[in-house]
């Protein structure tokens, strides 16, 4: 029998704390979770050398990272790394428009494209094969290929940011809990780390800001 971090406090009467830690920032009632910024860099690194094979070759790259059915790491890595089409699932980006943005940019004389892939959208693998279908009845984009960054997303050296973050996270949960705070999850709101009950997370997924994706649109012209 599976038992919620709520029935250990209500019902057991046992201390939980909860501090939001997870590379896909999507833990409902926190602006931020703990491992974000280093899955964040380590994708950034990784598609920048993904980036001069690309140049390089004047090829169309599909990459694929990781989040689940979120797309904040997919948004923040392909803003940073200057995509030029970001795809997640909170707000659909159909391919006729994927096209079209590879279209329009080598009119312009642009000959090599990165394109940011949420795995919860689809699989690089797939998605590339439709995407080189799409295209060949147009003309000669040349080849599309596809990366998966898998796991080396959730590996490696924290950044200092999170090592801050996660400082900073630890010592306001044992401060509210000597205070007499005893079941609560630690938030940062509005550039503040502050405590809220447990259960504002349940069941509920935070969504990127559409003026966040917005932005990325505007870079892509």
Same mark, same amino acid.
């Given at each position: 029998m599976e038992v919620s971090k709520d029935t250990f406090s209500k019902e057991f009467d046992?201390?939980?704390i909860g501090i939001p830690k997870t590379i896909d920032n999507d833990t409902y009632g926190t602006d931020y979770t703990i491992g974000f910024d280093? @899955? #964040?860099?380590t994708?950034?690194? @990784?598609?920048?050398? #993904?980036?001069?094979t690309t140049m390089s070759h004047e090829r169309?790259?599909?990459v694929e990272v990781m989040g689940r059915e979120s797309g904040f790491i997919a948004l923040e890595t392909g803003i940073?790394?200057?995509?030029?089409?970001? *795809?997640?699932?909170e707000y659909p980006h159909p391919l006729h428009?994927?096209?079209?943005?590879?279209?329009?940019?080598?009119?312009?004389?642009?000959?090599?494209?990165?394109?940011?892939?949420?795995?919860?959208? @689809?699989?690089?693998?797939?998605?590339?094969?439709?995407l080189q279908k799409k295209l060949n009845e147009i003309g000669d984009f040349g080849e599309v290929r596809y990366s998966v960054l898998g796991y080396i997303?959730?590996?490696?050296?924290?950044?200092?940011?999170?090592? *801050?973050?996660?400082?900073?996270?630890?010592?306001?949960?044992v401060r509210e809990f000597l205070n007499g705070n005893k079941n609560f999850m630690v938030a940062f709101e509005k550039g503040n780390i502050l405590s809220k009950? *447990?259960?504002?997370?349940?069941?509920?997924?935070?969504?990127?800001e559409i003026r966040e994706f917005e932005i990325a649109n505007i870079l892509n012209y």
């Open positions: 046992i201390p939980v280093t @899955a #964040i860099n994708a950034v690194d @990784a598609i920048e050398k #993904i980036k001069d169309i790259f599909v940073a790394t200057g995509a030029d089409c970001i *795809l997640i699932p428009k994927v096209i079209d943005t590879i279209v329009n940019a080598k009119k312009r004389g642009k000959n090599f494209f990165l394109i940011v892939l949420a795995e919860g959208v @689809a699989k690089a693998q797939e998605f590339s094969k439709i997303q959730r590996g490696g050296t924290p950044t200092a940011y999170d090592r *801050l973050m996660a400082s900073r996270f630890g010592v306001f949960a009950p *447990l259960e504002i997370s349940f069941g509920k997924i935070k969504k990127p």
